[in-house]
């Protein structure tokens, strides 16, 4: 038999590696709690739930495709314009349909060091090559990203506050990026932890000064939506007008359209679950401080302590996994001696210091 030619796929798809999702398998153990994908572990709002339970029974319905009642939801509790909202499944796919209308084949995207894994997958899909920019002790650096622009240059991705890190640069420096850039650059500032830092509103308001700048948020961390794949954009109209030639008309479900807009709508409980978070973050920071390990200030609802080596690093995770907490190894991101570790309740913080207090102190 003649041997065949098989489909070949376009250039860059097959660099992508694929995503690593926060992992919470391992050994069988009680009370198993996933600390690894940054979930809210409060869980959503009650009124979300009911929302979504009250959806699904008109689920042989197709969904708006305009998702009026959710951008209006949107721009009503942030302060934005209706009309320069997209909704997404997860903000994931806003990240796509920007790198398919402003990339392709040949052109160079920008992300950072220790920069969010999505970036260079959704540029590679498109056919463009991703140039990496070097961080300062695990935060953006602007100056970085500057030197690496090209005339190829077409889109910057910044995670603002970062994942995995935790850390954020201000407005101020992130105006200095924007003004020493080409115009024509698009720069995404992913939000996606924005809730979890004080005084910071995502970028919104440089999306208003800049018409190059396109902000991402979503309803998986904070809201407690991650099930629902919702996310959100906000850009000037000529982004909206370019994004949603391309966004797929159904793209997000009748359910999930009803438990994000109660979600957002329902802000007392989103407080209260900020405040927690907030508040036991900065408990479990201070505590392994104490221990003698590094941990950088975080602006989102983890955080991320350095260890001595890649293998202590790697043994304190599989202890933990051990004793029911699973947490995120971030060697992929060019952290090896790091774990990344979601804030969840009291209860959640206190049995991480007591398993790692145990086991560091034991080797003094």
Request: proline share 3%.
């Amino acid at each position: 038999m003649a041997t065949q030619n098989l489909p070949k796929a376009q250039s860059g798809i097959e660099e992508i590696h694929l995503y690593t999702p926060g992992d919470s398998s391992g050994v069988a153990v009680k009370d198993l709690r996933k600390l690894s994908s940054n979930e809210n572990l409060y869980g959503p709002s009650p009124k979300a739930i009911k929302a979504v339970q009250e959806a699904s029974a008109e689920m042989w319905r197709y969904p708006s495709v305009d998702h009026a009642g959710l951008r209006r939801a949107i721009a009503d509790v942030n302060n934005l314009k209706f009309e320069q909202i997209i909704c997404g499944a997860g903000s994931d796919e806003i990240l796509s349909l920007i790198a398919q209308a402003y990339a392709g084949i040949g052109d160079e995207v920008i992300m950072t060091e220790h920069g969010f894994e999505i970036y260079g997958i959704v540029a590679r899909a498109v056919g463009a090559n991703v140039v990496v920019a070097k961080e300062r002790e695990r935060v953006v650096s602007v100056t970085e990203i500057l030197k690496v622009i090209t005339a190829k240059t077409k889109i910057i991705y910044i995670a603002n506050p970062s994942n995995p890190t935790g850390t954020m640069i201000g407005n101020d420096e992130l105006r200095v990026l924007i003004e020493g850039a080409r115009s024509d650059i698009v720069i995404v500032l992913d939000g996606a932890y924005a809730e979890f830092a004080d005084d910071y509103d995502g970028g919104a308001s440089l999306v208003d000064e800049f018409p190059n700048v396109i902000m991402t948020r979503t309803f998986s961390k904070l809201y407690g939506l991650g099930g629902l794949r919702v996310g959100w954009g906000y850009g000037q109209q000529h982004f909206m007008d370019m994004l949603n030639r391309i966004r797929g008309p159904f793209n997000l479900s009748s359910p999930a359209l009803a438990g994000a807009c109660e979600a957002v709508l329902d802000q007392e409980y989103a407080t209260q679950c900020r405040d927690h978070i907030i508040r036991d973050r900065e408990y479990l920071k201070l505590g392994l401080r104490q221990l003698g390990l590094q941990v950088d200030d975080s602006f989102t609802n983890y955080i991320l302590p350095r260890f001595e080596t890649e293998e202590q690093a790697i043994a304190m995770k599989d202890i933990l996994l051990e004793n029911g907490l699973a947490v995120r190894s971030v060697a992929h991101y060019a952290l090896p001696n790091a774990l990344r570790i979601t804030i969840g309740t009291r209860e959640d913080c206190e049995r991480i210091m007591g398993v790692l207090t145990a086991e560091l102190e034991a080797d003094i």
